[in-house]
């Protein structure tokens, strides 16, 4: 039973209807408060959020956004999000951000820092701010803060965490300076204070204003104790009406948003006693959790009295509701991959979007709940039941659509159930037990342990067929640093793939073993990480120029790193496998052409995998409508699967 969560609160006499937080995190779904943003928030705020705080807003030109405060225009952007959230009862408060070192201007000229010190993710030397620029950017905030008001936002929230320009202030890290604004606890924290005095002269005592702090986790860098100190100062004047508490900055980037590997609330061990620091104001917290259930127990627990449960909307904007409407498991589960949030935001892509729920950035033209209608009942069959089959047949049964799900296995999900071995892995078949639930309620056809060919499909007689058969290890050796001289001995038993590696036990006999990646995902970490948990020693080769580049985006390669390299692990970067023999591997670094033999029991071959489409290429000829999806379409990844079986569903 749900004791607190659901309760109100009162943020400098502003009623939250509950103490479900959106924190603040990037959209980038384009130029300032547009229809997709507004459709964005519109759809969690009629899901039951209590709190949302918008992604940052730009207060200066030295470090523009997506969102810039700094415009007049933004009043009448808010005031139109404004009258769209309003009606539902959540309250919207903004975020106000200066990059500081990390974001410059557009020009190109340098950006602005407290000192010197360049930024650890572009390099850029910035500026040491004169005393004129520091005023210059304290008046900026305040005037931010007051255009939020003025177009109807119901607090403000000053972005002093995660490395940007106020935290760039409050560092020793990052502060160099010897003036006032410099050395002694007092003088760095005299920034912040100022901006926050000048906030507070701008829209008056009685309108919502708080702060967001985090501790960098790293060496030298500020400590929870330090933003604890913070807080008893700011709230003792009176400068704080909430204090919105995470972990990280720049320095330690994926502590900020942590992955499947953590733990629901990893941040709570040092966010905690900043939070405790606050003695009379409401204190929000955060750190992946993704029920309700779970953040009822952080507020009963006393550690935080509103608790953010960020990506768990990403994945389904109708938490609350649902929860409330007694339907919890009908609740689209966040899984923190990290791919399509963060992920495609630091990515080319540069947009948000979520990896279970493909409706990210498009609510205000199709949900769950407002699907394209179809014009008759219609028999579809779908064959595969991993996560594009299972999407497939969820959404087509949305739709009133009678549906066959054939499945050659004994179980559902596919070749998720091996993923889900991987140590720290398991939480990725959540949304395979989500779909699962989801298709016996929506009363699918589920048909396990039944090969479909051809003539079934002739005999079943769909109006649609949704081919979703998956994909299948290559493993010819080709490597595609050197595609000309794939690796020799691929043949040998010893020889295995992700699937072979995951679906029996290890032998007894492997103390040794080659982990080849040519692909930059997780399979490659997930094998090796699998075979250190049973004692072996690994080699890991791949021919990338960093380790797992295609999760760096997603905060995954560097945590990953860590704890392989805590076990027996060795890294062999811009390496070619060149031949398996009974008791070793032998590889040549690309760049100097040198050969070294590694000790091998087993080979893990892990390459870009070769679509499954017997049964696609057999009904080309069939009369009636068919659609192939997922790794049958092209081998991907887990987004791009579910993404295109919610398509074909929506289609057919």
Not at 516 to 521: A, K, L
Request: hydrophobic share 40%; charged share 20%; glycine share 10%.
């Amino acid at each position: 039973m749900l004791r607190k969560i659901l309760t109100p609160i009162t943020i400098n006499k502003l009623e939250i209807p509950n103490r479900v937080v959106r924190t603040s995190h990037g959209t980038h779904f384009g130029h300032g408060v547009n229809d997709e943003n507004i459709g964005f928030h519109e759809a969690r705020a009629r899901g039951g959020v209590g709190l949302t705080i918008l992604e940052i807003a730009a207060v200066h030109p030295t470090s523009p956004a997506p969102i810039c405060s700094f415009d007049d225009d933004i009043v009448s952007e808010y005031e139109k999000l404004m009258r769209a959230v309003r009606p539902h009862g959540m309250r919207v408060f903004q975020q106000l951000w200066h990059g500081g070192h990390h974001v410059g201007p557009s020009s190109g000229l340098p950006p602005w820092s407290a000192s010197d010190v360049p930024s650890v993710i572009s390099g850029a030397v910035p500026l040491a701010m004169s005393r004129g620029q520091i005023d210059e950017v304290t008046d900026a905030f305040a005037s931010a803060a007051l255009r939020c008001k003025d177009g109807g936002i119901d607090g403000v929230e000053l972005h002093a965490a995660h490395s940007y320009l106020p935290q760039q202030f409050l560092s020793p890290l990052t502060n160099k300076r010897t003036d006032e604004y410099g050395g002694c606890f007092p003088n760095r924290l005299r920034f912040v204070r100022g901006i926050m005095e000048a906030i507070r002269n701008k829209v008056g005592p009685d309108y919502p204003l708080g702060i967001r702090l985090s501790f960098e986790d790293v060496e030298g860098g500020l400590t929870p104790q330090d933003n604890a100190r913070i807080v008893e100062s700011l709230e003792r004047d009176g400068l704080i009406d909430f204090v919105d508490v995470s972990a990280g900055s720049y320095f330690s980037f994926p502590m900020i948003i942590g992955g499947m590997h953590e733990p629901a609330g990893y941040e709570l061990a040092g966010s905690a006693p900043i939070a405790a620091a606050a003695r009379n104001i409401p204190r929000i917290v955060t750190g992946r959790f993704r029920t309700l259930e779970e953040a009822d127990e952080v507020i009963a627990s006393g550690v935080g009295d509103m608790v953010g449960l960020t990506r768990a909307h990403i994945a389904d904007p109708d938490i609350v509701r649902k929860t409330v409407e007694g339907r919890h498991d009908e609740v689209r589960p966040c899984i923190a991959c990290n791919q399509g949030c963060v992920g495609q935001v630091l990515s080319p892509i540069r947009r948000l979007g979520c990896t279970v729920n493909p409706y990210v950035g498009r609510e205000l033209e199709i949900s769950d709940d407002n699907l394209p209608r179809a014009p008759r009942k219609r028999r579809i069959l779908v064959v595969g039941g991993g996560p594009a089959g299972m999407e497939a047949a969820r959404i087509s049964a949305l739709r009133g659509h009678d549906v066959i799900l054939a499945e050659a296995q004994s179980r559902l999900s596919g070749t998720i159930n091996l993923a889900a071995r991987a140590p720290l892995h398991q939480a990725i078949r959540d949304v395979t037990d989500w779909m699962e639930h989801e298709i016996y309620r929506l009363g699918v056809d589920v048909r396990l342990s039944t090969y479909v060919d051809p003539g079934d499909v002739e005999a079943l007689s769909p109006d649609a067929v949704i081919v979703a058969t998956g994909s299948l290890p290559r493993m010819d050796g080709i490597q595609m640093g050197l595609p000309g001289n794939p690796a020799a001995g691929m043949t040998l038993p010893h020889v295995l793939s992700s699937v072979d590696l995951f679906s029996g036990p290890l032998a007894q006999t492997v103390r040794t073993a080659v982990v080849v990646d040519d692909v930059g995902h997780y399979e490659a970490i997930a094998a090796a990480e699998h075979l250190l948990y049973h004692g072996v020693e690994v080699s890991f080769i791949t021919r990338h120029r960093s380790f797992a580049p295609l999760l760096e985006s997603a905060l995954i390669s560097e945590p990953a790193l860590k704890r392989l390299s805590k076990g027996d692990f060795a890294l062999h970067l811009r390496s070619h496998l060149v031949q398996v023999s009974e008791k070793k591997a032998s590889m040549m670094n690309m760049d100097s052409g040198r050969l070294k033999d590694v000790s091998a029991d087993a080979v893990v071959f892990i390459s870009h995998n070769e679509p499954n489409r017997a049964l696609a290429d057999a009904l080309v000829s069939y009369s009636g409508e068919t659609h192939v999806v997922g790794d049958a379409l092209s081998p991907r990844f887990l987004l791009r699967a579910i993404h295109e079986g919610n398509a074909a569903g929506c289609a057919v």
